[in-house]
């Protein structure tokens, strides 16, 4: 059984920063491109940045919203991946999602993902 875990989310200020984290069990970690998405209050979930199964290509980020602000890294041997994101803004309040995207490689469409996490609570506000 696949497990998917994010944590790292919470509150944070404008211009704050967190790094999310997402802890994977039940797959072969190496063969799968992960990916974060993030769904905002009534918007639908979009894709923020993804790195594909062997950290050949990294996409850091598919959305110009958070074009520069995000780092995203794996680490094959601990089943982990991670998403940092500095400055943040009002508007990147939302869920936050990791995903494992079939064929090891990177997508932006959410449908090319097999397994997702739970999602972590991120809100940025004063």
């Known amino acids: 059984q696949v497990e998917m875990v994010a944590s790292g989310g919470g509150l944070v200020q404008p211009g704050g920063s967190l790094t999310l984290s997402c802890k994977v069990d039940?797959?072969?970690?190496?063969?799968?491109?992960m990916g974060w998405f993030r769904q905002a209050p009534g918007k639908e979930r979009e894709a923020l940045s993804c790195?594909?199964?062997?950290?050949?290509?990294?996409?850091?980020s598919y959305s110009a919203s958070v074009n520069g602000r995000i780092t995203v890294s794996r680490d094959n041997a601990k089943y982990f991946l991670a998403l940092q994101m500095t400055n943040l803004r009002l508007e990147d309040t939302g869920t936050y999602y990791c995903a494992a995207a079939r064929g090891g490689y990177c997508s932006e469409s959410s449908a090319d993902y097999e397994f997702w996490g739970q999602g972590t609570q991120v809100t940025v506000s004063s």
């Open positions: 790195i594909d199964y062997r950290s050949r290509r990294t996409t850091m």
């Open positions: 039940g797959l072969y970690f190496a063969d799968y491109g």
